[in-house]
């Protein structure tokens, strides 16, 4: 439920956090304020049981968007979506190698932030349905708390991290391509670089250690799990 989830907003531009904070809130969310990097992580520290995602601008004082991702990732893989008035590929690219879920660059249209969010709660909501471990080998995957280990290792996957692993798996010995990923992960039409997916999918395999190798590239046409 919608009205379940709240959201830290972290910007340092008050007409944009009003902006976007009423517009969320009468599609049902609680929304938490943040201006600087500092306070994004202190109350997050203190929330942190209570925060379903983070809106994060890069450009912000004190701590930049980058420095509170990465000290989030350290102790949480809550959804964190980047936003950011740069154009650069490298912003991009950044954002998901230390750890980002989604990237929209400003100015946002406040309707299309929420067909986002409300894709991606859709998507986690489904994927917490209680059902058997799947098993392959070392790696199991528990898709009812949606929690991945190999061998007796638990591994910290990032929401998009693990959306691309399910999709993946389900899709098992089959070609996914990197739309296909794309459309099933992302859940809308994404105009950033293919090599988005790329990131992603090296990290995964970082993570996945013993078995990063089940994931293997189909030069030329995508990727595909071969447990």
């Not at 992960?185 to 995964?204: A, E, F, M, Q, S």
Request: glycine share 8%.
């Amino acid at each position: 439920m919608l009205q379940d989830k709240t959201i830290l907003l972290v910007d340092d531009e008050p007409k944009i956090r009003i902006l976007l904070r009423d517009f969320l809130e009468k599609e049902g969310y609680k929304i938490m304020e943040a201006s600087d990097g500092r306070q994004a992580l202190e109350l997050f520290h203190s929330r942190i049981q209570e925060i379903d995602m983070l809106l994060l601008d890069v450009m912000i004082p004190e701590y930049d968007g980058w420095t509170v991702c990465r000290e989030i990732r350290k102790v949480s893989q809550v959804p964190i979506i980047m936003l950011t008035a740069r154009a650069e590929d490298f912003d991009e690219v950044h954002g998901f190698e230390i750890g980002a879920d989604d990237y929209i660059k400003k100015p946002v249209k406040p309707t299309v932030l929420v067909a986002r969010l409300k894709a991606f709660f859709r998507r986690q909501d489904k994927g917490s349905l209680r059902e058997k471990p799947l098993e392959f080998g070392e790696l199991m995957i528990d898709t009812g708390c949606h929690q991945v280990k190999v061998g007796m290792e638990e591994i910290s996957l990032s929401p998009t991290e693990y959306s691309i692993l399910i999709t993946l798996v389900q899709n098992s010995r089959q070609i996914v391509s990197r739309e296909q990923l794309i459309r099933q992960v992302w859940g809308y039409d994404y105009y950033g670089g293919l090599r988005t997916v790329d990131t992603h999918i090296n990290r995964l395999r970082i993570k996945l250690k013993t078995k990063g190798d089940a994931i293997t590239t189909i030069r030329g046409f995508g990727y595909k799990f071969e447990g």
